[in-house]
């Protein structure tokens, strides 16, 4: 069989060429999949690859180097942001950005992402809110629902003994140091898009040495959830979305030429 010749022209779509070519372990339906796409198609774009260093802590993105061929380093669970700052100050040329999920970042990791952020440190950090903790088997995060169904909550989360969920956005946009805050979605194709812009953004801020940059990636995770791939995208904007509204929460130098 002849082989067809693939002319540029005729391309509709092409994977990242930052995305390896290994099988990702994440379970069907999982977004990480789909923002580390977002990722890889941000530093090829801005022609980063050989300047950026990705910081993992421990979760489900525990094994993101093995999917987008980068420089990362492993930082011990809830210690990304510390780590990440080191690293920019040591090297400020480089790009340096988080992968964090909310039982890191928001959990075991909140006195260092508040502090990074308190100090504008410029590095950026991608935080994954699914409302629960994936690669531990589903138990209640800082960020699950109010009545939420999960391992160690299986009556549904009880805001009278266990307290509220935390809306990381809201609370860091308080602060004087951040200079961009948003909360973005990965449910369709619309969210997607916008997700991406977001992305690429807080990448520019930190060319630009405009400091702390923080998206929040309201993502699925229909294993945990007990849900198919498609209910879980539907359930983020039926319970998920209306919780934690999309949206920017700072845009520090945006508000300031406005003054």
């Not at 999960?150 to 809201?170: A, F, H, K, L, M």
Request: proline share 5%; with cysteine; net charge negative.
């Amino acid at each position: 069989m002849a082989e067809v010749e693939k002319k540029t022209e005729n391309l509709v779509y092409a994977k990242p060429k930052l995305i390896t070519d290994n099988v990702m372990h994440y379970c069907p339906g999982c977004s990480h999949g789909t923002v580390h796409k977002l990722i890889a198609e941000v530093i090829e774009e801005m022609g980063l690859a050989e300047k950026t260093v990705g910081i993992s802590p421990v979760g489900c993105s525990v094994f993101a180097y093995n999917y987008i061929d980068i420089d990362w380093i492993e930082a011990a669970h809830g210690r990304a942001l510390a780590v990440a700052t080191a690293v920019k100050r040591l090297y400020p040329q480089n790009m340096v950005f988080t992968y964090q999920g909310d039982g890191d970042l928001s959990a075991i990791g909140t006195a260092e992402s508040i502090h990074a952020a308190a100090r504008g440190e410029n590095v950026v950090a991608v935080y994954i809110n699914n409302a629960i903790y994936g690669m531990t088997g589903g138990q209640m995060a800082p960020t699950s629902l109010p009545g939420q169904v999960t391992q160690t909550s299986p009556y549904g989360r009880d805001v009278n003994t266990v307290g509220y969920p935390i809306r990381v956005c809201e609370m860091l946009s308080q602060l004087e140091g951040p200079a961009y805050i948003e909360r973005v979605a990965v449910n369709n194709v619309k969210n997607v898009k916008s997700a991406g812009r977001a992305i690429k953004k807080a990448f520019e801020n930190q060319i630009n040495n405009k400091g702390f940059s923080l998206i929040e990636v309201i993502s699925a995770c229909p294993t945990n959830w007990g849900k198919t791939p498609q209910q879980a995208l539907e359930w983020i904007d039926e319970a998920m979305i209306p919780y934690y509204p999309l949206g920017v929460y700072k845009d520090k130098f945006k508000e300031e030429a406005s003054k």
